[in-house]
C-alpha cells in the first residue's frame, strides 16, 4: 500500500503543457509525536506519554515490520533491528530449528535460495483472470456456463472488466505523461546546453533567447512549470513509474509474477520458502514504515521514532502490486512463532483467493496474543462496504479476531480537514484514527521523506501499541486493543470532510460516522489509564 497521488490533469496542446499534484500539507517534523493542547497539532501525545511514565523502566518490545523490506543498515534504524540471538550469521545453518537458515533479522518470503526476488507485481484481478481466462475466455453469456461454474464466470467477467477499463486510462494517461516527459527533458537539456549552466532560475529562462519554434515552445513549457507552485519533477517522475507500473505489471495478465521465484503460491504446505534477504529491492515503503514506529529516538539523526524500546522484526512480504495470500499467511505465522508481540501490516487488496488460510494464520496469531494493526487503506472508500483484505472478520467467522486493529489516517488539524482525504474509512470496520497526513520518516540509504497513507497512520499506532506494552509488558494483546480503543481523543462530534480524492467540500459528515471509536489514537490517554488498570 504505497503513498496514493491525486492527479488532477494533463492538457496537452502544442506548444503549451501544464500539470499539478495535490500539494502537501506543510507540517512539523515529528507532529505525530505532539500534543494538541500543548503543541497545538492533533498528534498522539506519545512524547507527553513519555514524561509520564519517565519513572518506570520499560523493557525492549518486538514489532514485527510485514511490508515490503527495510534498509536495516539505515543509520537511523540498524540499532533497532531486531536480531535473532539463536541464529549464527551466515553459516548456512538452520541454527534455532525454525525452519529459515540464517533469518538473523527476519525473513523475505518474496525471494527464492537462488537469491532472487521479486519486485514488480500483479493485482491480484489480475492473478484471478489469468487463471479463469482459459476457461471461460471467448464465453460471451452466463447461459453458456455449467451452474456450478457460473460463480467463477461472473468473477472473471468483473475483473475482465475491470482490467479492460484499467489499461485502457492508464495507457492513454501514461502515453500523454510520457510525452509530457520527453518534451520537458529536451527543454532542460536545450537551455543547459544555450546558457553553459547546469542549473537555472526563472530568470534565466525568460531572459533565454530561444533559436525557432522548438525552443520557443521548451521556453513556454519551463516558463510554464516553474511559475506552478504545485510542479515538482520528482512527482512528476513517481506518477510516471506508477502509470507504467500500472500498464507493465499491475494489470498486465502476460506478466505472470510468481514464476519468477519458482514458488507455487497456492501450494500452503511449503512455508519454508524465500530468503533471507529483508533489505530486497522496493524497500522504501517498508523503510518509512519501520522509522515511523521504531527510528531511534534522541541519537539527534534524522527523526524519531514513536517508540523508545523496540526491536524491529523485518518480514518482506508486500511487492509493488498486490501481496499473495500464502506470503501474508506464512508472514504473521513466523511473527507469532518467533517472539513478535505486535505486527504492523500496512497492505492491502481488494480480492482474497486464499482467505480461509489467511484466517488461520490470524487465528493463530491472535491465541499467542499477538496484537495486529492493519492499515485501512488509501482509496476514500467505505470499507463497510468495499472489501479490504486481510481481515479481522470474514464471511465464513462467527466472531472476529480480538486482537486486531483497523487503522484510518488523520491530518495535524483538529478541524474538518482532520480525516485525510485519501483514508478510507467505516463506522464498523475502522477502529480509530492516527497521524496518516505528511508523515515524515526514513527512507533507504539513509533519507528522508514526508509521506501520506494509513501506510503511515498504522504504524504510528502500533509505535503507540508498542510504547504501552514496553512500560506495562505483562499487559496481553486483547487488553493492548482495547486500551487503544477506549482512551482515544475524541473527535466525534467533530464536523469534517468526507475523505474524497476530489477533496469536496460539500460532503461533509461528523467524525464519529467514519470509525467505531470516532477518535484518534492517544499514548497520553492510554498511559494514563494503564496506570489506573496494571499499576
Request: hydrophobic share 35%; aromatic share 10%; with cysteine.
Amino acid at each position: 500500500m504505497t503513498n496514493r497521488h491525486t492527479f488532477f490533469g494533463l492538457a496537452l496542446v502544442l506548444a503549451s503543457y501544464s500539470f499539478s499534484f495535490a500539494q502537501d500539507e506543510k507540517s512539523l517534523i515529528d507532529w505525530q509525536r505532539k500534543d494538541l493542547t500543548s503543541d497545538g497539532v492533533a498528534g498522539v501525545s506519545s512524547l507527553k506519554a513519555i514524561e509520564l511514565l519517565k519513572d518506570r523502566k520499560p523493557k525492549k518490545v518486538v514489532v514485527a515490520i510485514i511490508d515490503s523490506g527495510v534498509d536495516i543498515d539505515h543509520e537511523d534504524l540498524k540499532d533497532n533491528i531486531w536480531v535473532n540471538a539463536d541464529e549464527i550469521p551466515g553459516n548456512g545453518i538452520d541454527d534455532d530449528k525454525n525452519g529459515y537458515v540464517d533469518d538473523v533479522h527476519g525473513w523475505n518470503f518474496l525471494g527464492n535460495a537462488n537469491g532472487t526476488n521479486l519486485d514488480e507485481a500483479n493485482l491480484e484481478l489480475t492473478r484471478i483472470f489469468r487463471k479463469l481466462a482459459p476457461k471461460f475466455q471467448g464465453v460471451e453469456s452466463a447461459k453458456a456456463v455449467a451452474a456450478e461454474d457460473k460463480a467463477d464466470y461472473a468473477l472473471y467477467v468483473k475483473v475482465r472488466d475491470e482490467i479492460n477499463k484499467e489499461l485502457k486510462e492508464s495507457a492513454q494517461e501514461f502515453a500523454q505523461i510520457g510525452a509530457f516527459v520527453t518534451i520537458f527533458n529536451m527543454a532542460d537539456s536545450a537551455i543547459k546546453a544555450s546558457i553553459k549552466k547546469d542549473s537555472y532560475s526563472l530568470d534565466d529562462v525568460m531572459r533565454w533567447k530561444p533559436e525557432g519554434e522548438q525552443q520557443t515552445m521548451f521556453q513556454q513549457v519551463l516558463s510554464g512549470v516553474m511559475t506552478d507552485p504545485n510542479f515538482s519533477k520528482a512527482e512528476l517522475d513517481k506518477y510516471y513509474d506508477y502509470l507504467n507500473d500500472k500498464v507493465s505489471f499491475h494489470y498486465n495478465p502476460k506478466y505472470d509474477d510468481r514464476s519468477l521465484l519458482g514458488d507455487d503460491p497456492d501450494d500452503f504446505a511449503n512455508r519454508f520458502y524465500g530468503n533471507n534477504d529483508v533489505s530486497a529491492p522496493h524497500n522504501d515503503h517498508g523503510t518509512h514504515v519501520a522509522g515511523i514506529v521504531g527510528a531511534v529516538v534522541g541519537n539527534g539523526i534524522g527523526m524519531d521514532g514513536i517508540c523508545p524500546q523496540v526491536e524491529l522484526m523485518i518480514l518482506r512480504a508486500v511487492p509493488n502490486g498486490d501481496e499473495f495470500d500464502k506470503d501474508i499467511a506464512n508472514a504473521i505465522r513466523y511473527a507469532a512463532d518467533n517472539g513478535a508481540e505486535i505486527m504492523n501490516m500496512s497492505f492491502g487488496k481488494g480480492y482474497s483467493p486464499h482467505a480461509d488460510e489467511v484466517h488461520k494464520a490470524i487465528r493463530y496469531a491472535e491465541e499467542k496474543g499477538v496484537l495486529m494493526i492493519h492499515a485501512a487503506g488509501n482509496d476514500s472508500e467505505n470499507i463497510d462496504k468495499a472489501p479490504n483484505f486481510p481481515s479481522p472478520f470474514y464471511e465464513f467467522q462467527s466472531t472476529p479476531c480480538q486482537t486486531w486493529l483497523t487503522i484510518g489516517a488523520s491530518s495535524s488539524n483538529a478541524d474538518n480537514s482532520l480525516p485525510g482525504v485519501f483514508s478510507n474509512y467505516g463506522i464498523k470496520n475502522v477502529d480509530l484514527f492516527a497521524p496518516g497526513v505528511q508523515v515524515y520518516s526514513a527512507k533507504p540509504d539513509n533519507n528522508y521523506e514526508y509521506e501520506d497513507g494509513t501506510s503511515m497512520a498504522a504504524p504510528v499506532t502500533s509505535g503507540v501499541a508498542a510504547l504501552i506494552k514496553s512500560y506495562f509488558p505483562n499487559i496481553t494483546g486483547v487488553q493492548l486493543k482495547e486500551l487503544l480503543v477506549s482512551t482515544c481523543t475524541n473527535y466525534s462530534n467533530l464536523k469534517v470532510l468526507l475523505p474524497d480524492p476530489e477533496y469536496n467540500p460539500k460532503k461533509a459528515t461528523k467524525f464519529k460516522k467514519l470509525s467505531r471509536t470516532g477518535g484518534v489514537v492517544n499514548a497520553y490517554n492510554a498511559a494514563q489509564r494503564a496506570l489506573e488498570l496494571y499499576p
